[in-house]
């Protein structure tokens, strides 16, 4: 099943945006993750509902090791985006 994020999208950042304490850090990592990943991966809450691992170290470590290899070369870059895509794991 093909789920269509893309319009919802904006309302999520928008909402996020409003409530977020940290406006600053949490745009920053928004433009981080659209920079390197949202052309690809439209929705950024289905990516992080398919992380592995049952806590979140392990998803981190597990994304950090997988993002070495795919589409991210920056070290920083990739510490911001897997900080920001396990964050999306934790309600
Ligand atoms: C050029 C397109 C492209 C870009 C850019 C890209 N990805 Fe991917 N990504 C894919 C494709 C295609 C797959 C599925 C095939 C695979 O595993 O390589 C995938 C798979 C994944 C998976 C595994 C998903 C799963 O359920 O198995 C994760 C996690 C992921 N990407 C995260 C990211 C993150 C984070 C970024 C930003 C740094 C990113 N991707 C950038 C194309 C992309």
């Given at each position: 099943m093909k789920i269509r994020c893309e319009h919802i999208f904006p309302i999520v950042l928008a909402a996020l945006t409003l409530t977020s304490v940290d406006i600053s850090v949490g745009f920053a990592t928004e433009a981080t993750f659209k920079m390197y990943?949202?052309?690809?991966?439209?929705c950024v809450g289905r990516l992080a509902r398919n992380l592995?691992?049952?806590t979140s170290n392990e998803r981190a470590a597990a994304l950090s090791k997988f993002l070495e290899d795919h589409n991210v070369d920056d070290p920083v870059a990739r510490t911001t985006i897997v900080k920001y895509l396990v964050e999306q794991t934790v309600s």
């Open positions: 990943c949202a052309k690809c991966h439209g592995k691992g049952d």
